[in-house]
């Protein structure tokens, strides 16, 4: 096993890692050789908790029997055929079966292969679709609107709507032109600089959000808040809208950027507002899909309803590389022509709609569908605020925020100003290096611990995830 983790070092060019860090860094390599549920292996034997969920994808725990015969079955048959002009049966159904959970006026389905696809396929459509229904003389929409903190993969369309300038801001040269409003990030808001708001529950931030002007004896925490993120998102769409194709926005969860939780009514608030300024709407669900938050989908928390929708991570239970972009018909039908006319969307990849990978994407969903898949999240999710609620005093942690089974704690030098530790410290990697000694495996980002467990996990089983990583929190050093 050491010999493998020398060729390792000797060939591979691991992604987002800095090489140097990964040769000199023996000790944590680890080389995982199998998985059963929440837990995967290293090959000394160790057993870990899955507490990433191999990178925010995984659902139902690894090895999950339905999903093992599904790809089993279709691999008797065929393993890969084209998609271009060609069709199979697990691409057709799993197609109908995304189009039945998805928000009403979602028709159609564009395979392929990531998030960041199907997000490029996304940005795409909406431009096309712009171009061939303006009126003839219109000028042609250029540009998208995006957030701030926003992440939504590292192609280089994508990284042109992407807000999150650590991994963007090199490549600003070779990108399109996006506006980016503020980030719906109410500890870190301009506007509130009280900061009272950072502590509460999202069911209490809620009386706040949604302008409601407070009575006489309402002794419902009051913020000085008057939706300036939304305000913003209207100044750009007012005065550019006319040059916009679309808007693209992560769902109820900025993932990349810091596990960042929206207050509720902003994304209702989002949806409005390109309603009125007849915006194409893209939600990008590829985290926040497929039960993550409590819900199927992320936009039904506040019944939003999307012109495209961006699908992957989940969508094979974490077994599969697949994507889909959900489209409305009304999209569809502005693509159809003769041959000649040239409306066709000329995109596709040589794995698109791949029949193992669709085959594992209906054994995952048909059991996301069964009843207790749901309310089972939602027993969990309130296990895992009463868990995280006993972090949230020790020293060194400036907030947490939850979503389902996604929650970001953010640690900080000082809990007041929320001043974070220099970035050479590592904060965040030196816990997640110890919570590893412990048996939990984590990925930071930045100094914003990331608990993101398959939703297959057992009470017990959280309580241990979090207990674990409470006391490694206790076990590093934060001197510097
Ligand atoms: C991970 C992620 C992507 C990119 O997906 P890849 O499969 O890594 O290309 C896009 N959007 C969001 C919200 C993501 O979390």
């Not at 060194?396 to 939850?402: K, L, P, S, W, Y």
Request: glycine share 8%; net charge positive.
């Amino acid at each position: 096993m050491n010999n493998l983790l020398k060729l390792d070092k000797k060939y591979l060019w691991h992604p987002f890692t800095q090489a140097r860090e990964w040769e000199i860094d023996l000790s944590p390599s680890l080389m995982i050789t199998r998985g059963r549920g929440i837990y995967l292996y290293d090959s000394r034997g160790k057993k870990y908790i899955d507490g990433t969920s191999s990178l925010w994808a995984n659902i139902h725990g690894h090895r999950c029997r339905a999903i093992d015969a599904s790809i089993r079955a279709q691999l008797n048959k065929v393993a890969h055929t084209t998609f271009l002009g060609l069709t199979h049966q697990p691409g057709i159904l799993f197609a109908r079966e995304l189009v039945k959970i998805s928000p009403a006026g979602l028709n159609r389905v564009f395979y392929s292969d990531n998030g960041s696809t199907a997000v490029e396929v996304a940005l795409k459509m909406a431009f096309q679709y712009r171009a061939q229904s303006g009126k003839p003389g219109h000028p042609v929409k250029l540009e998208f609107l995006a957030l701030k903190n926003s992440y939504h993969g590292d192609t280089l369309g994508a990284v042109s709507v992407g807000g999150t300038d650590l991994f963007h801001k090199l490549f600003k040269p070779l990108l399109f032109k996006t506006r980016f409003a503020m980030s719906p990030h109410c500890l870190r808001c301009p506007h509130n600089k009280s900061r009272r708001l950072r502590d509460l529950p999202r069911e209490v931030l809620a009386y706040r959000y949604n302008g409601e002007t407070p009575k006489p004896g309402d002794k419902r925490p009051r913020t000085d808040c008057r939706w300036e993120c939304l305000k913003e998102v209207e100044a750009i769409l007012k005065k550019h809208g006319k040059n916009i194709a679309g808007a693209i926005v992560e769902p109820v969860v900025q993932g990349a950027g810091g596990m960042i939780v929206m207050p509720p009514g902003y994304l209702k608030g989002f949806e409005l507002l390109c309603k009125k300024y007849e915006i194409l709407l893209i939600l990008d669900e590829v985290l926040t899909g497929f039960g993550r938050t409590g819900k199927i989908f992320a936009c039904a928390h506040e019944n939003v309803k999307p012109d495209l929708l961006c699908l992957s991570k989940g969508i094979t239970g974490g077994y599969m590389p697949l994507a889909a972009t959900l489209a409305s018909e009304k999209i569809f039908r502005a693509f159809l022509g003769e041959y000649e006319d040239y409306k066709t969307f000329f995109h596709g990849h040589t794995y698109t709609a791949n029949p193992l990978a669709c085959s594992a994407g209906r054994a995952s969903l048909k059991l996301a569908r069964a009843k207790a898949f749901l309310t089972g999240i939602k027993k969990l999710e309130k296990l895992f605020t009463g868990l995280l609620s006993e972090i949230l005093p020790l020293p060194f942690v400036g907030h947490i925020r939850q979503a389902g089974l996604i929650a970001g704690i953010e640690i900080v030098k000082d809990k007041n100003t929320l001043e974070h530790f220099p970035p050479s410290l590592r904060i965040g990697k030196r816990i997640c290096d110890e919570a590893r000694k412990s048996g939990i495996i984590l990925r930071p980002l930045g100094d914003v611990l990331v608990l993101i467990p398959p939703l297959s996990i057992k009470e017990r089983e959280l309580a241990a995830l979090v207990g674990n990583l409470k006391v490694s929190m206790g076990r590093i050093s934060y001197e510097y």
